[in-house]
DNA sequence: CAGTGGTCTAGACCACTAC
DNA sequence: TAGTGGTCTAGACCACTGA
């Protein structure tokens, strides 16, 4: 039935094993490198990777001179996805739907150049988009393109593919930062997304880097109650 | 100034800037272990362990007997960290100030049981606790929790320990579920947080496992405008 | 088939920590 | 000072991919 797996993956397991079950708990001191590879047989090299990994995922604490120890999860960090509106309606099997209601050029203000790195004045394309599941706003996209990192972006069909992936294609992202807040619809956005102003929505800001520099700046605004954002992870 | 750096870090640096700079772009194939052996005049082990980290941040995909390519970026993923409300706030400068609204013991509803993995009408723990920052609300904190995990709940004195710190101590963390929404104020949430009722909260649920079990559920409240998730990756 | 990555070893030297 | 982890080497054998 199963592979036989790499030796360090052994290792893994068993300090993992122990970790679960409580044999060791946080703070505990594992054994050393020393004391595993002479219980299981293997290279000093093998068990630091084994080692070396768990730390990678936040399990372990390493410290030289004194020892690996299980680590305080204190911070509850786990890997946050944001996937294409598009990919993500796709997997629950449900339609979905954009209307591009606004897309043009403008020259830009103060805050919009800030967003994209530019100088303020600089020509910057614009898009607002709504996007549906089964018929219903779930997404409300509004984004500023640098025109230098992606020229013909305003002559997309975004009805076919969405600017996420569009974008992904002519310009390589190589960063991004986010935040999530929450925030009471504007008179536009509920207006777009079918609801009263005030009525609380999940807000994601990103900006997106490409090689290039700031390739795009986008506002994604979600009525709270159709959209969550969840998570997990697992010692 | 800058500390020598192990090779392996070298050779990472390397890589990355080609990819930060655009000289190898999304799909392209990196240069072999070979080569890399040959022009940085290190082991392959050095070189291997370079590309494996790599991978394990998610900017390359390796795949054997092929090559090492750059890795598409398109889900965007970072790690999004969840902390403790004392430690958040002290690290910003801030003062924190927890009251607790309420505290006992019931029997669970059949919500409630599930939310701890437990029997309709087990005897459980539950708590209601007000963060302030500089004197503001910033988080409603009402809590759930298994007695089988953490039998002195109730006695401790979380003006001076948050209900994170206590359980974390008592009770080893190996797993969690949360989830991320936006929701409007319940008559009770804005009577506590000083808001009205419907203000945008930023809502975060919270289910902790440790080797015993689920120990709690926990649902956190914040005022929309005065919490935010941040987050960023980076080629 | 030649080239790639996946794993592993048995050493080595070093920096750091705790006693 | 003895034990710890941090790094590194120069080999090795294997499984896999592509021409």
Redesign the interface.
Known sequence: MADIEPRYVLVQSHLRDG????QW??GDRLPSEAELVAQFGVSR?TVNRALR?LE?EGLVRRQQGAGSF?A?????????????IHEEIAARGHRHEAEPLQMGERRARRQEAERLGLETGARIFHSRILHRENGLPLQLEERLVNPACAPDYLQQDFRRITPTAYL?QVA?????????????ASVEDAAALGLQA??????IE?R?R???GTVTWVRLV?P??R?????????
Chains 1, 2 share one sequence.
């Open positions: 970790i679960k079950s409580g708990t946080v090299m990994e990678q299980v305080p999860l204190e911070r509850v960090a786990s890997t946050l996805v944001i996937r294409d992904l390589p992202l190589t960063g991004a930062d986010y935040q999530i807040e929450a925030v009471g005030g009525d609380p929505c999940l807000v990103r997106s490409s090689p290039a979600h709270g109650q959209h969550l954002l969840k998570g997990s992870f697992e010692a």
